[in-house]
């Protein structure tokens, strides 16, 4: 029989794990975004590429869902 220790630890451990593949699934999203908005597609995304995606309505909804604002994401493309 398991002690509740060695049940704590598996779950944290899965718990981890499951934070790990978020965290990819994240990233990969916002490589993918940042690259649908490179409109003339040089691999680059610029200010004004970036700034003009704000009034896109798909990229406000993808925005709203990872709870980031404007300023947020001037974070993400400083990066």
């Known amino acids: ?45 610029t200010i004004h590429e970036f700034e003009e995606s704000f009034e896109d309505p798909h990229v406000k909804s993808i925005f709203k869902v990872l709870d980031l604002e404007p300023a947020d994401a001037w974070i993400l493309f400083r990066l």
Do not use: T, V
Request: charged share 35%; glycine share 12%; with cysteine.
């Open 1 to 45: 029989c398991e002690s509740a220790i060695d049940i704590a630890g598996k779950d944290a451990a899965l718990a981890q794990e499951g934070l790990k593949k978020d965290r990819k699934a994240l990233a990969s999203g916002i490589s993918k975004l940042f690259a649908s908005l490179d409109k003339d597609g040089n691999g680059e995304l």
